[in-house]
């Protein structure tokens, strides 16, 4: 018991000693240099190609990585739905041959399935391709890097002007 009282006046009386130096010892902060918009945008733009790619190996994951967390989550449900389905239809119709007219009806909910599944990717693809090029574009608009086209500007004299805005 009475070590520690010694210890902490110790720590105490090293910590009251050295005060005014701990002010003197802050660090500066020193902010990291800005970049410019191109730079930005850089850092924050999508890939096309690489969501509609995730896309495809697993559902969603194209679309969380283009900027929409739940834009993909409707086409996964329907595949996954179709795709138990398919089984299910696929696994109960085993014993269906063409010569019995009662297995048409398997024939054609296993078809319907598969059409589902394969429509559902397609879609899923192309959704998460152009979610990422959407994405991109409004970045480009946020950090004012708009391409080149017609201006329309107000002058100072509150007139209109239509202009040509280039970029080099």
């Known amino acids: 018991m009475k070590h520690r009282h010694i210890n902490l006046l110790l720590v105490l009386g090293v910590l009251l000693g050295h005060a005014d130096q701990l002010h003197a010892q802050r660090p500066r902060i020193v902010r990291p240099p800005q970049k410019s918009p191109e730079e930005r945008y850089e850092d924050m733009k999508k890939s096309p190609w690489l969501a509609a790619t995730l896309e495809l190996i697993l559902p969603t994951v194209g679309h969380a990585y283009a900027g929409d967390e739940d834009g993909g989550k409707p086409m996964a449900g329907l595949m996954g739905a179709a795709a138990v389905i398919f089984w299910a239809t696929a696994m109960t119709g085993h014993h269906c041959t063409r010569d019995k007219p009662r297995c048409w009806g398997r024939e054609i909910t296993v078809k319907t399935c598969a059409m ?53």
């Open 116 to 168: 589902a599944i394969i429509g559902s990717r397609v879609w899923a693809f192309d959704s998460a391709l152009r979610l990422a090029r959407r994405t991109n574009a409004f970045y480009r608009r946020r950090l004012g890097l708009n391409d080149a086209g017609l201006a329309l500007s107000v002058t100072p004299g509150r007139q209109l002007g239509l202009g040509v805005r280039l970029r080099f």
